[in-house]
């Protein structure tokens, strides 16, 4: 147990990676065993996750350095930098790392029936785990360059998920998009490490934060990684990809690259926090954070509430969303520097925008596994084509009513403790930001109200006759998302204290990361 | 005058990524897309290997280290594997676009149907 | 395509395959390595494609072969670095073995190909899956290619 989770960072990496390259060995014996392995793999990985959960709360971070002769050994005797690659994860990595492992296996867990009709599947299965080998990677990593690596490949299998379904042409194009935009800034990333290696010799974050001095070519870095980053979690100048792409990928794998998006925020506020943390000017990056959030929300939300297809209709909320958690979070990057206004309000703002991170994950994940199914079971994403599903398939709408009050801030539903918290600490920053946030809360109300009343109530219409409920594995799939969010909504205070305050912690205080690695130099 | 040459690199950085994005930027026909991410990591991976040389410096194997002055190996790793990474991406790249092409018969992005809101 | 060069394509394949696994084998001493060494035998593979056509090949070796053969690279390299998993990941668990163990002399020598521990062996897992990997991507749109004009 203990080997296990000395272990355990580089494992959750590693046994994806293993899983998928077997995938295709295994499925040419047997479909059956393959399934297994998948659904095997991920919760392996999952119960990997919880124990060093468990073990980050109570004894803070860990590390791990790869190839050294023992993985606490990140920075060898006699060498002033970490010269291996490290994985460093603490309480924010690890929260991001529960995320996506928990999307992971419900998305897994779906698949295996909702793809029963399709061809290729031992490719399919290896994508899902290289694309959770890729997230995991992202969040856990140490270094700056293997950001980029891990960011690739999250992107390729992130694409070829997404154009998985080679038969329809905006499934492609989908995809095209995607990679297409990946590509452009993961090169991005890669020259803002250049940039990096090319000042200070150094790629590990906790090293580069000791030694960056913000000089010009620090600030040129800068803008291109938020640029990249924005561009990865289709913030809304850069989100143009987003509705493509999330509303063609085959079931279970949109959730599942929502997500990826979501790591690639994660990397966003790692090196905005922890990267150059209080040497940059906090107060106006902290605005250009904002700002980005404001128009993904409203743009997000005013594109939303017109489509008629499902899955659009979305796409489209999911960058809405996106814009909650870079509001809160950038509150708390404004006021970084400022000591007094940080212990007053900005700690609560970066906890509500951290809090909708992993509420946003659950019921937006639910949500789109919930348009997949009805997709599965009418062969229509068009909203004006369903009606009167809600007899036929009752647990599919329980979990779609679960999803969009939980999205629409209902109380008691868990978007509801994430979206106070973020109107009332975001209100004594400036008070407009705060009306936005609602008005933009209250269209969502209104878009999910429109699909509720067209999809599941009214008139059967004559498309939806026969209809019957989607299989199990895919009720399973759902009802693992429904439970968390039903579990949080239960208890957001115990979430908050236990696994948000410590995220919130680990993000504003830039020193315990680099002691984790530099430990004892000053 | 040994601080010009050593510039020379970065010039044709610049070139390479100025070039890259004004063929992503202009062009709309999905293979020059492709050619124009080519181009733009061809950049970057110059601009990453540029800033590793040292000048009359050796190189850095070893076993056969005469000089003591080695270009640094790092941001050859580096790029390496990039290049790896960039081979998989247009290989990707490229065949679905052959998958477009033979489902709509053009490769042209401004026809695409996809292309709303 | 022309007998000419199908004639010297014949000729020049056993060159470059014999370069390509010289690279993947020697990568550890000197410039190579595993992907560049495969990306070597994946041109003389293209080579082939090209001369003879993807149908003719693909006769000689299934695409599938190649798929399986690649898992096998992939899964080689991550349990090597598995291997050494009781210390460090990726450690490197066969220096001072029987198998590429000798420590490297200090200081300019002729270079000892039996060192690098688990390294030579990376590479050639690395070079297995670059060499499927990349011969399968020249194969598949070679293929794809063909279907396509057969079809109009």
Redesign the interface.
């Known amino acids: 147990m203990d080997v296990l989770l000395a272990h355990s960072p580089v494992l959750i990496i590693a046994i994806p990676l293993l899983g998928a390259f077997l995938t295709p060995l295994i499925s040419r014996v047997s479909d059956k065993g393959r399934d297994v392995l998948v659904i095997a793999t991920l919760v392996f990985v999952e119960f990997l996750v919880i124990i060093l959960a468990v073990d980050i709360y109570l004894g803070g971070l860990h590390i791990y350095a790869l190839g050294a002769s023992s993985p606490l050994l990140a920075r060898p005797e006699h060498h002033m930098a970490p010269v291996r690659i490290v994985l460093e994860v603490d309480a924010m990595s690890i929260l991001m790392g529960f995320i996506s492992a928990t999307v992971s296996l419900a998305a897994a867990i779906y698949s295996v029936s909702f793809m029963r009709r399709d061809t290729g599947k031992d490719k399919f299965y290896t994508l899902l785990l290289l694309l959770t080998a890729g997230m995991m990677g992202l969040e856990f990593t140490g270094d700056m360059f293997n950001l980029f690596i891990f960011l690739e490949i999250l992107s390729l299998s992130g694409a070829a998920l997404a154009s998985f379904r080679t038969g329809f042409v905006d499934a492609l194009e989908g995809g095209f998009k995607y990679m297409f935009i990946s590509a452009v800034a993961s090169l991005m990333i890669l020259f803002a490490v250049g940039i990096f290696y090319g000042q200070y010799n150094l790629l590990n974050i906790a090293a580069l934060a000791q030694a960056i001095q913000y000089t010009t070519l620090d600030k040129i870095a800068l803008a291109l990684l938020i640029m990249a980053f924005i561009m990865k979690l289709a913030g809304v100048p850069l989100h143009m990809w987003a509705p493509d792409t999330y509303s063609v990928a085959p079931a279970g794998t949109t959730p599942m690259i929502y997500v990826a998006s979501q790591a690639c925020m994660y990397a966003l506020f790692r090196v905005c926090f922890t990267l150059y943390g209080v040497t940059l000017n906090t107060l106006t990056i902290g605005w250009i954070v904002i700002g980005i959030g404001l128009l993904s929300m409203f743009v997000g939300v005013t594109m939303a509430v017109y489509q008629s297809d499902i899955k659009r209709l979305m796409a489209y909320h999911a960058v809405s969303q996106s814009g909650y958690m870079l509001l809160g979070v950038g509150v708390g990057l404004a006021v970084l520097s400022d000591s007094q206004a940080l212990s007053t309000y900005g700690r609560q703002a970066m906890g509500g925008g951290i809090f909708h991170i992993i509420n946003n994950a659950m019921y937006k994940g639910l949500l789109f596994l919930t348009a997949e199914a009805l997709f599965y079971a009418l062969g229509t994403r068009d909203l004006n084509k369903m009606g009167g599903i809600g007899g036929n398939m009752r647990y599919t709408c329980v979990f779609f009513m679960i999803g969009a009050l939980a999205i629409s801030g209902i109380p008691p539903f868990n978007g509801f403790a994430s979206k106070l918290l973020i109107y009332e600490s975001v209100y004594q920053f400036n008070p407009m930001l705060s009306v936005v946030a609602m008005m933009v809360s209250i269209m969502t109300l209104a878009s999910f109200v429109k699909v509720f009343q067209s999809a599941f109530t009214g008139p059967i219409s004559p498309h939806v006759r026969a209809v019957k409920e989607v299989p199990k594995p895919m009720l399973g799939g759902m009802g693992i998302l429904a439970a968390i969010i039903v579990f949080f909504s239960l208890f957001p205070g115990l979430i908050m204290d236990q696994i948000v305050e410590p995220a919130v912690e680990a993000l504003i205080n830039q020193g315990t990361y680099m002691n984790g690695i530099m430990g004892g130099m000053s | 005058m040994t601080q010009c040459i050593s510039n020379i690199p970065f010039l044709a950085v610049a070139a390479l990524i100025g070039t890259g994005l004004s063929i992503i930027v202009f062009n709309r026909n999905l293979i020059k897309l492709v050619m124009g991410i080519t181009v733009l990591e061809a950049g970057v991976n110059l601009f990453l290997v540029g800033l590793g040389y040292r000048q009359d410096g050796g190189v850095p194997i070893y076993t056969n280290a005469c000089h003591t002055n080695m270009v640094l190996p790092v941001p050859q790793a580096l790029t390496l594997t990039s290049i790896v990474i960039g081979v998989a991406i247009t290989a990707f790249m490229l065949s679905m676009i052959m998958v477009i092409y033979r489902h709509t018969g053009h490769i042209d992005a401004k026809r695409s149907r996809t292309l709303k809101g | 395509m022309s007998k000419i060069v199908r004639t010297v394509s014949e000729l020049l394949m056993a060159f470059v395959f014999t370069f390509g696994l010289y690279m993947i084998m020697h990568g550890h001493?000197?410039?190579g390595g595993g992907?560049q060494g495969g990306?070597v035998f994946a041109s003389g593979m293209t080579l082939l494609v090209v001369a003879f056509g993807a149908e003719k090949v693909e006769k000689r070796l299934r695409a599938s072969t190649l798929?399986?053969l690649e898992?096998?690279g992939?899964?080689a390299f991550?349990?090597l670095?598995?291997g050494?998993?009781a210390?460090?990941?990726?450690?490197?668990f066969l220096v001072g073995s029987s198998v590429f163990g000798h420590i490297?002399a200090f200081?300019?020598?002729?270079?000892d190909m039996w060192t690098g521990g688990t390294i030579p062996l990376m590479n050639m897992a690395v070079g297995l899956k670059v060499i499927a990997g990349?011969s399968l991507?020249v194969f598949?749109?070679a293929l794809?290619?063909g279907k396509?004009r057969s079809e109009q």
Request: no cysteine; charged share 5%.
């Open positions: 001493v000197t410039p992907f990306a798929s399986v898992s096998t992939a899964l991550i349990g670095a598995l050494g998993v210390v460090g990941f990726f450690y490197n490297p200081g300019p020598n002729r270079g990349l991507i598949v749109m794809a290619v396509g």
